[in-house]
């Protein structure tokens, strides 16, 4: 009786992780995949644009709105631990340059994305 309760629970094990592919499930529509290089000057961009912005003389909403889209381009940088680690830096510096543009505060949010596009440009030299 042990042993069949053994077999049936092995089997019952089998047939649900078989039942659902992680490859399927893992599948998106319309997802794009970076490579390190691709995902890092695309942040820089982003970044660069929020700049731009307040030397352009753009609302404080709509800097934090362009941080924030640079600061979501920097989750697709995926190379190592090293460049994961200095990501998460730079990462850092919009996050604050995005408090700061919230509060209204466009000089340090300028003097915060001067950093964290430092930070980005870093990356390339590391891969």
Known sequence: MKILK????AFSLAVSMGAFSTSAVAYEEGRLSYTPLNAINMSVEKAQAAKA???AGA???EVADLIKKASDATKEINANDVVDRNRQRANSHLKKA???AKKGDLEAASAHLDKGIKGLEALRGML
């Open 59 to 61: 609302d404080a909403q």
């Open 6 to 9: 053994s077999a049936i629970v």
């Open 53 to 55: 912005a307040i030397g």
């Open 98 to 100: 995005r408090r700061a």
